[in-house]
């Protein structure tokens, strides 16, 4: 059964800092690569960062704040988001495309399987 699962949202003030986890089951995430992707209050879902064996890839607004990471031999990916802001509010997805990218992608269209998503909440 293919699942991907978020977790590890959470409240936290401006500054602070989350990591981020997905755990994937029926995926080969060497082949794959995974996505990560947020949907803030009332906006489009956008990408934030990617990753395959190719390259990895971030979105302008989170670049040198934001990390992805993965452990393939547990079928996890991770995003370690440092210097957290207001504007990084929002349900945090992971996404797996349907079939092996020559390189990871941020575009919502190249993703057919989701996870549920994981709240973010950057207040003081």
């Known amino acids: 059964q293919l699942q991907l699962v978020e977790s590890g949202g959470g409240l936290v003030q401006p500054g602070g800092s989350l990591t981020l986890s997905c755990t994937t089951t029926?995926?080969?995430?060497?082949?794959?690569?995974i996505g990560w992707f947020r949907q803030a209050p009332g906006k489009d879902r956008v990408g934030i960062s990617c990753?395959?064996?190719?390259?990895?890839d971030y979105a302008d607004s989170v670049e040198g704040r934001f990390t992805i990471s993965r452990d393939k031999a547990k079928n996890m990916v991770f995003l370690t988001m440092n210097r957290l802001e207001p504007e990084d509010t929002g349900v945090y997805f992971c996404?797996?495309?349907?079939?092996?990218?020559?390189?990871?992608?941020?575009?919502?269209?190249?993703?057919?399987?989701w996870g549920q998503g994981t709240q973010v909440t950057v207040s003081a």
């Open positions: 990753i395959n064996d190719e390259n990895i």
């Open positions: 996404a797996v495309p349907p079939r092996p990218l020559l390189r990871c992608s941020l575009y919502e269209q190249e993703y057919h399987y």
């Open positions: 029926g995926f080969n995430l060497k082949n794959y690569g």
